[in-house]
């Protein structure tokens, strides 16, 4: 059969013969591949002072509209204008942009720096607002990414996700890393490093705590860490195997693959640890659990039919029901927080691919052209997906729309990068 | 293992007995040497027997446990090939009751669209002017579209459809009433004689119709039309006499004060 733990593309010993490359952050970069329908076509002038800043405002701002799929950048080099312009639109309404920001960046007295925008419509010559922040240098990506949020609500009308994060795990030599970065992959900061494999990330749906399986003591065993403070606490270490952990929605119970008591089966634990309850009894393996955002199913992996497919049951056990019945082999289920929308990767002929069902209808849609997808994770607002794949021969995280249009790698150069869950709203 | 050490009590029994034989020959010298030699012979042929005994049953034991081994095997392997096959008809099911609800689905599906479908095609009953019966949808159809052509005003087209229908369906429970639209068509085409002809065909077929007393006071407008004085006063008369209590009842005493 297949690895205990988590059906995944590659087991624990694969993990432990990877590349010996050495990640490099600071190169994510977006490539747009799709070409959407409907994108709003968009004008950003780089921002007043933002050249002596550390962070180019402007060029984030652009990248991130980009990969939602939802914008068109236009051009908009050598323009010199600010938030305090009243500027001519005649040459951007002649540039066909829609939208024009601009913006500021200046240093202030203390060291810190101030951002500003302004966002004008176009097409009615309105202004429709702006913002400012008094950031410190670091902050500045983050400064980026609220301006980010704020276009993409003013002009969608949904909230945006660029100020939310990623973790994801990186593979250099023998040395795991377990990362926790902005949205676009970029500002990594290690919340872990160990010479043995860590998987399975999850965030808590506070976005205060990431669950994880780390195999630092020769075995897998359930921790959950606290993103701020770097503390963290051992919540499943029983005899066998302690492996995928999903939070449920109010953030007090973990739903673990645990083998204590023979074959891989579903528990649940309680947040601050103690005694698990069993929740399947089956033959065969079940694991992969996560919690619908309503909190009200389970869906899990379990090989009771013969072959691994996606089941959903109530969060304390019961009569599962299966889900995914297209193809013999759906693993690593994600579902939207929406409750729209069950992402997962199905092997179809030999390749692993990555699925989305629409859960009303049970249409599935397959997002990709590679054949090496894995571990799909929603974007809080259900806009977008971030999986793991293999793309022109390297490793890459890559984020897509829906309906598989708009695609934008955030990996960086080489190295094993794999195993992605996005983070929650920014509080 | 037990059977192994009988020998060696039988031999120490034997023994024993030869001692106290022994024993007691000192003073009558009861034993020969001879004697003593075949029984020391008899009992090492009686112990060859027995570590032969002992040996077959070993063997057998050993074979036994052998095959015991074999079966658990057997079973494991049972168990292993039940297990699949179990995981694989879980599976069936699985498949089998989701084709299942997705078939219940659609048959519903089909016989709600069948219902609907039918329903279009089914008599159902109808009212029309205070009268209850049961039409094809067809003919409800037909019947609906040449009172809209007359609503319309197009009389002529009005005149042909009534007329139509009327051949059509001479059954109809419509025919009543379709004949009083047809007369009155009729009467704007300034066609009085037939729709005379129509009044007096409604008039015969259903007298007690809701429509009767207007068919009457229709026909008298048609004879004013035609100078027929005369035989309007006969047929407003009839009127107020067949139908008193109708509304056509009290047009007519005013259209005779005014004809007299």
Known sequence: MTHPLLWRRRDAAALLAGLAVSPAFAQFRVEVTGVGLTQLPIAIAPFRGEAQAPQKIAAIVTADLERSGQFRPVDAAGSSLDETSRPDLTPWRQRNADSLVVGSASRLADGRWDVRFRLWDVVKGQDLGGQSFAVTAGDLRLAAHRISDFIYEKLTGEKGVFSTRIAYVTKGGNNYNLWVADSDGENAQSALASTE????????????????VSFESRKPVVYVHDVSSGRRRLIANFKGSNSAPAWSPDGRTLAVTLSREGGSQLYTIDAGGGEPRRLTQSAGIDTEPVYSADGRQIYFVSDRGGAPQIYRMPPTGGNPERVTFTGNYNISPALSPDGRWLAYISRISGQFKLQVMELSSGAVTSLTDTSADESPSFAPNSRLIVYATRQGGREALMTTTLDGKIKARLAGQGGDIREPDWGPFQK | MRSLYKPRAILAASLFALSLGAAGGAQAALFEDDEARRAILDLRQRMDAQRLASERDAEAQRAELAQLRRSLLDLQTQIETLRGEVARMTGQNEQLLKDTAELQRRQRDIATGMDERLRKMEPAKVSVDGREFIADPLEARDF?????????????????????????????????????????????????????????????????????????????????????TAGARKTLDELVKTYPQSEAAGAAKERLARLR
């Open chain 2, 144 to 228: 609906e579209t040449a009172l809209g052509t007359f609503r319309k005003g197009e009389f002529p087209a009005a005149q042909t459809q009534f007329g139509d229908f009327i051949k059509r369906y001479p059954q109809s429970g419509f025919r009543p009433t379709a004949l009083f639209w047809l007369g009155n068509a009729q009467y704007a085409n300034r066609d009085y004689r037939g729709a005379i002809t129509n009044f007096r065909a409604l008039l015969q077929s259903a007298p007690e119709h809701s429509r009767a007393p207007e068919a009457v006071l229709s026909i008298a407008n048609c004879q004013i039309e035609l100078k027929d």
């Open chain 1, 197 to 212: 494999p860590i998987i399975s990330p999850a965030w808590s749906s506070s976005g205060s705590q990431l669950a994880y």
